[in-house]
């Protein structure tokens, strides 16, 4: 029982490059999320998806797309990076509400 | 919308209590949580407690919860050093989960 897997663990991309970051859980959980952590400003949503095939727009949404592939896997795929995408990015799952885990992160620069 | 505040920063010395604050704005939150990041990792779920119940005791951690007032806070009985991290407070209702910015705290000797 892995919980939560992200892949990739670090990347460096220049300005307008375009990538995709993994997550899977084997928690069975329904609702998935992305988050960024940037300093001073905590967690903040970026996109979530309650359940296979669906996907909601959090605090932070622009730049960025999702993909809730199947139960198990949620991508977000930035099109064109932009500097001010530089951040720490945690993927989560849970169930009816009560947060299951967290990823361990994946560490991103912009330059 | 939602809004979850804490203070940034709380130093306190080893053998001492600390007190995490939390304030949240959504009256409709279900589960409110704290979690612990170290640095360089993840964060770890340590508890969390239903909005019904006013507290919550495990081991060293005490969390209480004033509806009314819509405030959280969590309580570190005997603080060592290994609790030094950034504890995040966070609230749900339905599907989303809102944080905090994160509490600080540095335990010294």
């Known amino acids: 029982n892995a919980g939560v897997t992200q892949t990739p663990k670090f990347q460096v991309l220049k300005t307008g490059q375009s990538m995709t970051l993994q997550c899977a859980q084997d928690?069975?959980?329904?609702?998935m999320y992305w988050y960024r952590q940037d300093p001073g400003m905590g967690l903040r949503l970026i996109y979530y998806s309650a359940s296979e095939g669906t996907t909601d727009k959090g605090e932070v949404p622009n730049g960025y797309n999702v993909s809730r592939l199947n139960k198990r896997e949620f991508s977000l795929r930035l099109e064109s990076a932009a500097p001010s995408q530089t951040s720490v990015y945690f993927c989560?799952?849970?169930?009816?509400?009560?947060?299951?885990?967290f990823g361990p992160g994946t560490r991103l620069t912009v330059t | 919308g939602e809004d979850v505040e804490q203070s940034l920063f709380l130093s306190v010395r080893e053998g001492d209590s600390s007190v995490i604050n939390c304030t949240y704005t959504?009256?409709?939150?279900?589960?409110l949580y704290w979690y612990k990041q170290e640095p360089g990792a993840g964060l770890q779920l340590l508890t969390y407690i239903f909005s019904n119940m006013d507290m919550k005791q495990d081991q060293r951690l005490t969390v209480l919860l004033n509806k009314k007032d819509k405030h959280l806070s969590l309580r570190i009985a005997d603080t060592q050093t290994g609790d030094s991290a950034i504890y995040f407070c966070a609230e749900s209702n339905g599907d989303k989960l809102i944080f905090g910015t994160g509490t600080r705290l540095q335990v010294f000797p």
């Open positions: 928690m069975n959980h329904n609702s």
């Open positions: 959504d009256s409709s939150s279900t589960y």
């Open positions: 989560a799952s849970s169930e009816l509400g009560r947060l299951g885990s």
